[in-house]
């Protein structure tokens, strides 16, 4: 994707928290306090710091736009004041006893087998949610999570060979499925495991 595709992409994403939370305020309204309101509701959404910069980020990008001399459609862009920027976190591979340890505090099933395909791919909890069955060739031992139509960005989904360990236990669930979804539960599609997730690994 072409670097003017990406920032569309991502001014795109972007305004609709944006336009739901400022709403019709004229830019000479977006002080440094207002600012500060915007990034306190988005956490009280449970919204990450890193992803509230960026929604400011492309605010900002917006403001100094209309506000170039030669559209002159603001006087003056005003300064956007962000959270600071979020430390690096450091990566840090589970051990094979650990990952055994998390696997078996996951009561669940569909945590489990989330936890499983997270371990043995290594895609984005976004990717394995919104898997469905029919990208999951059992035959080739291939999960394919990029979705049709979807925009490819940098966090690139390719495909994952599905080892032993994977393979048993997706057999296992296709066979008890009720829905197209790989992961679900109580007869649908399960939209987080962030708090399951948590409750296991402090378990483990």
Same mark, same amino acid.
Not at 86 to 94: K, Q, S, T
């Given at each position: 994707m072409a670097k003017s595709d990406r920032l569309l992409a991502r001014l795109e994403w972007a305004h609709k928290p944006l336009v739901r939370i400022l709403g019709p305020k004229p830019?000479? &309204?977006?002080?440094?306090?207002?600012?500060?309101?915007?990034?306190?509701?988005?956490r009280q959404e449970d919204v990450a710091? &890193?992803?509230?910069?960026?929604?400011?980020?492309?605010?900002?990008?917006?403001? =100094? #736009?209309?506000a170039a001399p030669? =559209?002159?459609?603001?006087?003056e862009a005003p300064r956007i004041e962000m959270p600071a920027r979020?430390?690096?976190?450091?990566?840090? #591979?589970?051990t094979r006893d650990e990952a055994s340890r998390l696997l078996a505090a996951c009561k669940a099933h569909h945590v489990r087998l989330f936890v499983t395909l997270a371990l043995h791919t290594g895609a984005r909890s976004g990717a394995i949610l919104g898997l469905t069955w029919d990208r999951v060739d059992l035959t080739k031992r291939l999960v394919d999570f990029r979705e049709a139509g979807r925009v490819r960005t940098r966090k690139r989904r390719v495909p994952a060979p599905i080892n032993?360990?994977?393979y048993a236990a997706l057999v296992e669930a296709q066979a008890a499925a009720t829905t197209e979804?790989?992961?679900?539960?109580?007869?649908?599609?399960?939209?987080?495991?962030?708090h399951a997730f948590r409750d296991a690994?402090?378990?483990a």
């Open positions: 830019p000479e &309204a977006i002080t440094e306090a207002e600012c500060h309101r915007y990034a306190a509701r988005r710091d &890193a992803t509230v910069r960026t929604e400011l980020q492309a605010l900002r990008a917006a403001l =100094r #736009w209309a030669e =559209r002159g459609l603001i006087g979020p430390e690096a976190r450091m990566i840090r #591979w589970l032993d360990t994977l979804y790989v992961i679900e539960w109580a007869g649908g599609p399960v939209a987080r495991v962030k690994a402090a378990r």
